[in-house]
């Protein structure tokens, strides 16, 4: 017998001889109610809650009581996260029918503006862009039901009921508009003259996920390299470099950071920004209010990009692209690049609230993410709150 069949054998027998033992009903509502003090504790944003606090309504307090096993646990843990109206907070795992998550697995941007629920962008290449939807188009129905009960219901399902802010009902329209991960979405969408038609859109959890984690083209002694929504994969980090060797100095370059909505990690990151930089320099300030909360001492730190060494280092003019599909490191790239002197043009990107953390419950295992730090430019304005320039036409 071979030491892997010899190791498999063993372990085999000692998950026999020992099974591991499901959660009690007991302890899956533990870490449901665990659930709530991490978040009171540790939310970055609590200004955002009312009362400046993570509280539940009486439907929610009743679903967790209710809590008894791994099904009952997530389903709770998804409502629950709702009241933070942050698109940044969300769970570990899902069901096959759970809402799907905004902006990476939607193709609206929609804001309640003076009573209409406008679409602001359009994503490129989208369901919805393909159907002919169109910035400045409204969504007046979600599954024939007209939107303002449909949003009015979407709240009223989690115990939240009266008149709504805009953040509330532009959150709850996005999400609807995102639809049930397993389905079809049944949009009505009126056009600025009157005009409503009925679209039928497949789930964005059908799209195949690009394998290349950048696309990389020249035109007119001008490259772009797109980011394949691949922040997050350390394999873009050679693909970069590759795109990058060998480049005339001065040449243009643009990042189009344009798909980039399901985040990322700093270090892919930094190693972008590393081509254009000779010292080490500051991108990004971060701070952590829920430790002050906790200890009453403030902590905050500046994040540092360091030149990547020999042979990666490229001089000339970098222009940076962003849109509504910019979320989360995405938005750190842009702030960062702004901070290094970069042109950042586009539309207003996903503001995706600061830094997330993974919190393992500790009978269940289920994993919840919300946002622990803030995170600002180097200027000090919040990540959140970043403008992009207008786009220049020249390289389109």
């Known amino acids: 017998m071979s030491p892997l069949k010899k190791l498999l054998a063993l372990m085999s027998f000692i998950l026999a001889a020992n099974p591991i033992s499901a959660a009690t009903p007991e302890q899956y509502r533990s870490d449901a109610q665990g659930m709530v003090m991490?978040?009171?504790?540790?939310?970055?944003?609590?200004?955002?809650?009312?009362?400046?606090?993570?509280?539940?309504?009486e439907r929610l307090k009743a679903e967790m009581e209710r809590v008894n096993d791994a099904d009952s646990l997530l389903a709770f843990a998804e409502r629950a996260l709702f009241l933070l109206e942050d698109h940044h907070a969300i769970t570990g795992s899902s069901f096959d029918d759970s809402w799907g998550i905004v902006p990476s697995f939607a193709d609206l941007w929609i804001e309640r503006q003076d009573g209409v629920y406008r679409i602001t962008a359009v994503r490129e290449g989208s369901f919805s862009a393909k159907a002919g939807v169109r910035v400045g188009d409204t969504l007046t129905a979600v599954s024939k039901i007209g939107i303002d009960?449909?949003?009015?219901s979407f709240w009223s399902d989690l115990g939240r009921t009266g008149a709504l802010t805009d953040q509330e009902a532009s959150f709850a329209a996005r999400i609807l508009a995102a639809g049930r991960r397993d389905r079809f979405r049944a949009l009505t969408i009126t056009t600025a003259d009157g005009k409503a038609t009925e679209h039928a859109l497949p789930s964005l959890y059908t799209v195949p996920f690009n394998p290349n984690p950048i696309t990389a083209s020249e035109k007119d002694g001008h490259l772009t390299i797109k980011i394949n929504d691949s922040l997050s994969n350390e394999v873009t980090i050679g693909a970069f470099d590759l795109a990058m060797t060998g480049l005339r100095a001065g040449l243009p370059v643009t990042i189009d950071l344009t798909n980039t909505p399901g985040g990322g990690?700093?270090?892919?990151?930094?190693?972008?920004?590393?081509?254009?930089?000779?010292?080490?320099?500051?991108?990004?300030?971060?701070?952590s209010p829920g430790e002050q909360r906790r200890t009453g001492v403030p902590r905050q730190w500046i994040e540092q990009v360091l030149p990547r060494g020999a042979g990666k280092y490229h001089a000339g003019p970098v222009t940076v692209r962003v849109g509504r599909w910019t979320g989360s490191m995405g938005e750190g790239l842009a702030v960062g690049f702004h901070a290094l002197g970069a042109r950042v043009e586009g539309d207003r990107m996903g503001q995706l609230l600061g830094a997330i953390e993974d919190f393992r419950l500790p009978h269940s295992g289920l994993v919840i993410k919300f946002p622990t730090e803030k995170l600002f430019g180097v200027d000090g304005t919040p990540r959140e709150d970043f403008k992009p320039l207008p786009i220049e036409k020249s390289h389109d």
């Open 149 to 152: 009960e449909a949003v009015a």
């Open 265 to 287: 990690n700093t270090v892919v990151a930094r190693a972008i920004m590393g081509w254009f930089v000779l010292q080490p320099r500051l991108y990004q300030i971060h701070s």
């Open 38 to 57: 991490l978040i009171q504790d540790n939310y970055a944003y609590p200004e955002r809650l009312p009362e400046g606090t993570f509280k539940l309504t």
